[in-house]
C-alpha cells in the first residue's frame, strides 16, 4: 500500500538555525498537507499542496511540493523556541490522509 | 476551519472494560474520520464514520473492537471495546469540509488502560 516516509525523525537545533524535514511518498499524490503538533497537543493543519513544484511561504516556514509530487520539505528559517513540536506530513490520492512519521524538533534557547 | 470537541479528554480504564469517545463539530462537515496516535507515534487512520450507514474501517482494524456510530453530520462516537493495555494511545477525531481535502482535528482523547 502507499507508504509516506518522514526524515529525520528528531532534529535539534540551537535557537536561530534553520531547519528542514523531508517527507517521501511511494506513490504520486494528489495534494500533501503539513501539520505541527506541540507536545500535549493535537495535530494543527499548516498548508496545503496541490500544483507540482509548488512552493508556498508563511512567515518563516517555506513549503515545496516536488515536480513528481511524490516528495516535499519544510523548511524553516532562524528557528525560535516557539517552532518545538512534530511536523508532519501527510499524503493524498484516495481522499484519505496517509501521514509521515513525524519529525520531532527541539530548539535549544 | 472547524470547532471540534471531544469527551472525555482523558480517561484510565480498567482493562476488559469499554470507553465510548463522541465526537462533536460545531457545523456540518462532510467526512468525519477516526485516529489512533500510540505514544510518539504517528497518527494511524482507523475508520471514516459515514452519516447514516456503518463505518468503513481501515486494515486491522475491525466493527467489534472499534464501533462507530454517526448519527448526523456535526456528532460521532468511538468506542474502544473489550480494552487492553495494548489500546492505550491517543484517539483523535477528524472532520473535513466538502470539496476539500483539509483534515481539522479535535483535540484528542489520550487513554490509559491499566
Known amino acids: 500500500g502507499q507508504q509516506v516516509m518522514q526524515i529525520p525523525q528528531y532534529q535539534h537545533v540551537q535557537e536561530g538555525e534553520d531547519f528542514t524535514t523531508y517527507c517521501n511518498s511511494s506513490?504520486?499524490?494528489?495534494?500533501i498537507q503539513w501539520y505541527k503538533q506541540r507536545p500535549g497537543g493535537h495535530p494543527v493543519f499548516l498548508i496545503q499542496?496541490?500544483?507540482?513544484?509548488e512552493v508556498k511561504k508563511q512567515k518563516r516556514l517555506t513549503f515545496q511540493f516536488g515536480e513528481a509530487k511524490k516528495n516535499s520539505s519544510l523548511h524553516i528559517t532562524a528557528t525560535q523556541t516557539t517552532d518545538v513540536g512534530t511536523y508532519f506530513c501527510?499524503?493524498?490520492?484516495?481522499?484519505?490522509?496517509?501521514f509521515g512519521q513525524g519529525t520531532t524538533l527541539q530548539v535549544k534557547p | 476551519s472547524a470547532v471540534i470537541s471531544q469527551k472525555p479528554s482523558r480517561d484510565i480504564c480498567q482493562r476488559g472494560t469499554s470507553l465510548t469517545i463522541q465526537c462533536q463539530v460545531d457545523?456540518?462537515?462532510?467526512?468525519m474520520f477516526w485516529y489512533r496516535q500510540q505514544p510518539g507515534q504517528s497518527l494511524t487512520l482507523i475508520a471514516t464514520?459515514?452519516?447514516?450507514?456503518?463505518?468503513?474501517?481501515e486494515s486491522g482494524f475491525v466493527i467489534d473492537k472499534f464501533p462507530i456510530s454517526r448519527p448526523n453530520l456535526t456528532f460521532s462516537t468511538l468506542t474502544v471495546s473489550n480494552m487492553s493495555p495494548e489500546d492505550s494511545s491517543i484517539y483523535l477525531c477528524?472532520?473535513?469540509?466538502?470539496?476539500?481535502?483539509?483534515?481539522?482535528f479535535g483535540p484528542g482523547t489520550r487513554l490509559t488502560v491499566l
Open positions: 477528524s472532520v473535513q469540509r466538502q470539496g476539500g481535502d483539509t483534515q481539522y
Open positions: 506513490t504520486t499524490l494528489s495534494n
Open positions: 499542496l496541490v500544483k507540482s513544484g
Open positions: 501527510a499524503g493524498s490520492n484516495t481522499g484519505k490522509l496517509i
Open positions: 457545523s456540518q462537515v462532510t467526512m
Open positions: 464514520a459515514n452519516q447514516g450507514s456503518e463505518a468503513t474501517y
